[in-house]
């Protein structure tokens, strides 16, 4: 029984939105949790755009959250803040990353974040 699935598509303005709502949203619309097939064991066929990623709503407080990146290396751990990373690479890439965080730690987590696609 082959059965074809079409992509679904969602689209997800920021602007003017925390991030941690903007990157649950996400997460559990890739996840697929909003659909009447859902499986654990297999990617959701969506694929998830975030538009006005630089001009979501962080607050001041907020600002100074720590990312944390391991080299594997002694001493290769490295910590930067929200703000820095937003400077640095884009806020887009800070949303890419909670969203990444929020996504379940098994060999699908690369396959789902594939399907997201974050614009400033």
């Known amino acids: 029984m082959t059965e074809t699935m ?3 598509e969602y689209t997800i303005d920021a602007k003017d939105k925390r991030l941690g709502k903007v990157a649950t949203e996400a997460a559990s619309l890739l996840i697929g949790k ?3 097939d859902f499986s654990k ?8 755009k975030v538009i006005n ?6 607050p001041a407080k907020h600002k100074e959250d720590v990312y ?3 080299s594997g290396y002694p001493g290769g751990q490295k910590e930067e ?8 690479l ?8 909670t969203v990444n965080g929020m996504l379940p730690k098994n060999k699908l987590q690369k396959l ?3 399907n997201l696609s974050v614009s400033e």
Not at 53 to 58: C, E, L, R, S, Y
Not at 82 to 87: A, D, R, S, T, V
């Open 6 to 8: 079409e992509k679904k």
């Open 41 to 48: 064991n297999t990617v959701a066929p969506v694929t998830v």
């Open 90 to 97: 884009g806020y887009s890439e800070v949303l890419r990353r």
């Open 34 to 36: 909003d659909r009447t």
């Open 68 to 70: 944390k990146t391991y």
């Open 112 to 114: 789902l974040m594939k």
């Open 81 to 88: 803040t929200l703000e820095h990373l937003g400077k640095r």
């Open 53 to 58: 990623a630089a001009a979501m709503d962080i």
